[in-house]
């Protein structure tokens, strides 16, 4: 995947985890990021919407559900001003120092939740992707695919779990059906993006889905990514 040109020599390499709630990416990025860091690479975990001070604050005015009376059309517009902060802040620079990047969703999200179930026009949401990325493409995207009610009860489990739970978020709380058409949004880009998207099915086990990831990123790691001391992450 090409990037901008000034990117285009970039010593790092940039993998975002895409799927539905409950898929498990947060767990699949902690676990490469421990084998990439053992082997010397300087890696960094972001996320989104976040990853930035910023986005971080635009982060908790979204998923709170307090944007959702203004229309998905705003909910659009914050996503994408929270991501390009979160680009030009933490991901251009971590790229241009050889670091390999890991981000838990990013323009794909957009794609699928503001895009396809969230019912904007595609030039509309196209056209604030392209400002917010501003030329800076995923080297890989892995989509991690499972059916929705699975994905919920996960996900469900998880707000209820014992210790400090979270609490399910505005997207969490939608219909199942809903939950399954992004499925098959995501199953969509990655038809039609294969050599950018690879699926992973996350109804294995981590441990044979963390094998499968290796895998795919394994062909991709930079070579001079060695040396450099760990950026600060963002949890």
């Not at 790092?12 to 947060?26: H, I, Q």
């Not at 251009?92 to 838990?104: E, F, K, M």
């Not at 009860?153 to 199942?176: H, I, N, W, Y």
Request: proline share 6%; hydrophobic share 40%; charged share 25%.
């Amino acid at each position: 995947m090409e990037r901008k040109h000034d990117l285009a020599a970039a010593p790092g390499l940039f993998v975002t985890f895409e799927g539905g709630e409950g898929a498990g990416k947060s767990t699949q990025i902690r676990l490469l990021a421990e084998t990439l860091r053992e082997r010397g690479l300087a890696v960094l975990m972001t996320r989104e919407p976040g990853g930035s001070r910023g986005a971080e604050a635009v982060r908790h005015v979204l998923l709170s559900g307090a944007a959702e009376a203004y229309g998905i059309r705003m909910e659009a517009i914050l996503f994408a001003a929270a991501r390009s902060d979160h680009v030009e802040q933490v991901i251009r620079p971590a790229l241009a120092a050889g670091t390999v990047v890991l981000c838990d969703r990013f323009m794909d999200s957009s794609r699928v939740y503001q895009g396809i179930t969230g019912n904007l026009e595609q030039p509309f949401v196209e056209a604030l992707e392209r400002v917010a990325i501003n030329g800076v493409t995923p080297d890989s995207t892995i989509i991690f695919d499972l059916p929705a009610a699975t994905g919920l009860e996960r996900a469900r489990q998880r707000s209820v779990g014992p210790g400090e739970s979270e609490q399910p978020d505005r997207f969490e709380k939608e219909e199942l059906e809903t939950h399954e058409k992004r499925r098959e949004a995501f199953l969509d880009i990655a038809e039609r993006e294969p050599l950018r998207c690879r699926v992973v099915d996350a109804t294995l086990t981590p441990e044979a889905i963390a094998a499968q990831v290796l895998a795919i990123v394994e062909p991709l790691l930079p070579i001079h990514a060695h040396g450099h001391p760990d950026p600060e992450q963002v949890s």
